[in-house]
């Protein structure tokens, strides 16, 4: 990435990822938020990069971009907020250039065993409307869209020991910060916890996996 390319971002960003790819790359991003709270933190959070960062919506059950427009795309669990693998990946291919790039972060379905109420339980906190996909009929999607994979990656194990240094971290800052200003917040924070828990067991168990795929598109 360079001044002279421009990224399509979707998925889990609250303008963090944009940001760090604009100040280190000087690419200009286009970042997808279908959240609409996280879309006004990604503006905010942006705004000094000027016509370099554009916010734009989009619905995950009827993924559309603008097509054949951006140098590469980065996709950070785009189907955590609804929609279907395919769909999502055949957007992704139509709104890229020939030889762009793409770095996908997904969940899958895992060989492991879960209660059927824990993964429920889970896809809701999530937004997720159906299971994840099979590892193998993920990469058969991305190469149905035209993707040639370069790396597969297996991110589960660097994600479960990130869960429990942040939240180890986060624990520690509400520790020092008082009751005070956790009272409004709390009943989100226990949400967040209880999803980012179950997350860590699945993941753990090996009910679900995490995988990172970097592809170029043939076409």
Same mark, same amino acid.
């Given at each position: 990435?360079?001044?002279?390319?421009?990224?399509?971002?979707?998925?889990?960003?609250?303008?963090?990822?944009?940001?760090?790819?604009?100040?280190?790359?000087?690419?200009?991003?286009?970042?997808? *938020?279908?959240?609409?709270?996280?879309?006004?933190?990604?503006?905010?959070?942006?705004?000094?990069?000027?016509?370099?960062?554009?916010?734009?919506?989009?619905?995950?059950? *009827?993924?559309?971009?603008?097509?054949?427009?951006?140098?590469?795309?980065?996709?950070?669990?785009?189907?955590?907020?609804?929609?279907?693998?395919?769909?999502?990946?055949?957007?992704?291919?139509?709104?890229?250039?020939?030889?762009?790039?793409?770095? #996908?972060?997904?969940?899958?379905?895992?060989?492991?065993?879960?209660?059927?109420?824990?993964?429920?339980?889970?896809?809701?906190?999530?937004?997720?409307?159906?299971?994840?996909?099979d590892r193998g009929a993920a990469e058969g999607?991305?190469?149905?869209?035209?993707?040639?994979?370069?790396?597969?990656?297996?991110?589960?194990?660097?994600?479960?020991?990130?869960?429990?240094?942040?939240?180890?971290?986060?624990?520690?800052?509400?520790?020092?910060?008082?009751?005070?200003?956790?009272?409004?917040?709390?009943?989100?924070?226990?949400?967040?916890?209880e999803l980012w828990l179950l997350r860590h067991? #699945?993941l753990s168990s090996g009910a679900i996996g995490?995988?990172?795929?970097?592809?170029?598109?043939?076409?």
């Amino acid at each position: 990435m360079s001044p002279a390319t421009t990224l399509l971002l979707v998925g889990r960003d609250a303008g963090g990822a944009a940001g760090t790819i604009i100040s280190r790359r000087g690419a200009w991003v286009a970042a997808y *938020q279908h959240d609409p709270f996280l879309a006004g933190r990604m503006a905010l959070r942006l705004r000094p990069f000027g016509r370099r960062a554009l916010v734009l919506p989009w619905e995950p059950d *009827q993924p559309a971009f603008r097509p054949r427009y951006h140098h590469h795309a980065l996709a950070l669990e785009p189907l955590a907020g609804g929609g279907a693998f395919d769909s999502t990946i055949e957007a992704l291919a139509k709104a890229l250039k020939p030889d762009a790039q793409l770095v #996908l972060l997904e969940i899958v379905r895992g060989g492991g065993s879960a209660s059927r109420p824990i993964l429920d339980r889970w896809l809701a906190l999530e937004g997720r409307a159906v299971s994840p996909p099979d590892r193998g009929a993920a990469e058969g999607a991305l190469q149905a869209a035209g993707f040639h994979i370069r790396v597969a990656e297996n991110a589960a194990p660097r994600q479960c020991a990130a869960v429990i240094e942040n939240w180890t971290r986060l624990i520690r800052e509400l520790r020092a910060a008082g009751a005070g200003p956790l009272r409004s917040g709390a009943a989100g924070l226990i949400e967040e916890a209880e999803l980012w828990l179950l997350r860590h067991r #699945l993941l753990s168990s090996g009910a679900i996996g995490l995988c990172r795929w970097h592809a170029t598109l043939r076409r």
